[in-house]
């Protein structure tokens, strides 16, 4: 078995995106023993729940986060992991002026989604407040990229 590759998902406050992407990410790599996954938040409190929806979208699709609550991103926490996955432009430069010493690990989501730039609109977008059709939009994106980063991740690792 190759050297684990611990994902790290970032959002702004660890209760939307990044915990939807990381019990979406947890159920695709399920029965690999190679992967841990888990997810902060630049502007993150400590022990947040998912958000209720998040947690629906999940329940819906069979993945599911046990004992979830949410953390700031830290710097033991980029230490642990091996590739971090920005939700959004904002994000990315956010971990790059506060990380700078861990910025090869830094990654935006929405590269691997395979979606194309319209106007700038690379970012994953929040669905916090705006109901239930946005949460299912933020899944699609994130459904859609986790298949390329798990290519990526796996071609480029290095043990």
Known sequence: MSAPKHVLFVCTGNTCRSPMAEGLFRKV??????????SAGVSASKGT????????ILKKRGAALDKFGSRLV??????????VFAMTRSH?????????????????????????????????????????AAYIETARVLEEAIPTIIAYIDSTHKV
């Open 74 to 83: 830290s710097k033991a926490i980029l230490e642990e992991a091996t590739h």
């Open 29 to 38: 790599v399920g029965g690999r023993g190679d992967y841990a996954v888990s």
């Open 49 to 56: 729940p998912a958000s209720p929806e998040t947690v629906m």
């Open 92 to 132: 990315l430069q956010t971990l790059e002026a506060r990380f700078p010493e861990f910025s090869d690990k830094f990654h935006l989501v929405r590269e691997f989604a395979g979606i194309p730039e319209k106007g700038g609109h690379i970012d994953v977008p929040d669905p916090i407040g705006m109901g239930h």
